[in-house]
């Protein structure tokens, strides 16, 4: 049996353990694969580096577990760069789920030395969707009385003298589906806050267009959005080390691909014409 016969009947497993190594040891030591970054995103750390020590922005987490791997290294990568910055970051969120993240924000915010009630807070889960974001970015403090950790909103040194998102220099969207970038516009346009946006891979497309007429003002797709801003930080983490790890999956792929068919080709042209007889 030559070289191609054997590659043509390698055992499955074998191609599964390549494969598992393939993206283990970018995760452990990322490669520094070159990451090419997007306009939208050099337009979202531009607002974001724009901001000054103490501002306040609120960052809204839409986020689910089956969805986070694409969307929450986007919230973590800004999120650490708002905390550099000294700017004072609003948690919340609309989707059930996205309160397991916005406590994982919170924890990262602590570990860095920063303080919680007044240079972030997390207010919890909101619901009701599109309307709860419609009341919560009209009055804050009255659509959540009562934060993640039950403290009165109203004795939070971060919320003083913020009623409504209109008080705040920026909202950060990161959404998986509903609410979302639609929902964001429609119902903070009016209050003139800078929208940035971060969606999962395949909402990317469907939002650009927002980045075109100005009612967004930046945008991260997918877990690429996120390398590409911990690029522009140059902080390279688990964000950055992921891609290295898609890239080597994918490579190792499609170098099976082509043994496959190179070998397919070599052993048909092998075959006796008209067959065996």
């Known amino acids: 049996m030559n070289f191609w016969e054997k590659a043509m009947t390698t055992d499955r497993r074998v191609i599964y353990i390549l494969l598992a190594v393939c993206i283990a040891i970018p995760l452990v030591k990322p490669l520094g694969l070159p990451v090419t970054i ?8 531009t607002v974001i580096d724009a901001l000054k020590p103490a501002d306040t922005v609120i960052m809204s987490l ?48 602590e570990a860095g030395g920063k303080k919680y009630g007044t240079d972030f807070v997390a207010l919890g889960f909101v619901p009701g969707g599109e ?32 009623t409504s998102a209109a008080d705040t220099k920026a909202y950060l969207g990161f959404s998986d589906g509903v609410p979302g ?25 469907q939002t650009e267009p927002y980045i075109q007429s100005g009612q967004v003002k930046g945008l991260l797709t997918g877990l690429r959005g996120a390398a590409e801003y911990e690029m522009l930080m140059n902080k390279p983490g ?20 082509l043994l496959g068919n190179i070998g397919f080709a070599i052993t048909r042209r092998k075959q006796p014409k008209g067959g065996a007889k």
């Open 62 to 109: 839409e986020v689910g577990v089956s969805t986070a791997p694409d969307v929450f290294p986007q919230a973590q990568a800004v999120f650490q760069h708002l905390m550099d910055k000294g700017v004072r970051v609003i948690i919340v969120t609309f989707a059930q789920q996205g309160a397991l993240f916005t406590n994982e924000l919170c924890l990262a915010g």
């Open 181 to 205: 970038p639609f929902e964001y516009v429609r119902q903070l346009q009016r209050s003139g806050v800078p929208l940035l946006v971060g969606v999962v891979t395949v909402m990317g497309p």
């Open 238 to 257: 688990a964000a950055v080390a992921g891609m290295d790890a898609q890239s080597a999956g994918h490579l190792l792929i499609i170098v099976f691909i």
């Open 131 to 162: 309307t709860g974001l419609a009341g919560f970015a009209a009055d804050i403090k009255k659509t959540v009385p009562v934060d993640l950790r039950k403290n009165k909103t109203e004795d939070l040194p971060i919320l003083k003298g913020i």
């Open 38 to 45: 997007g306009q939208p995103t050099r337009a979202y750390h």
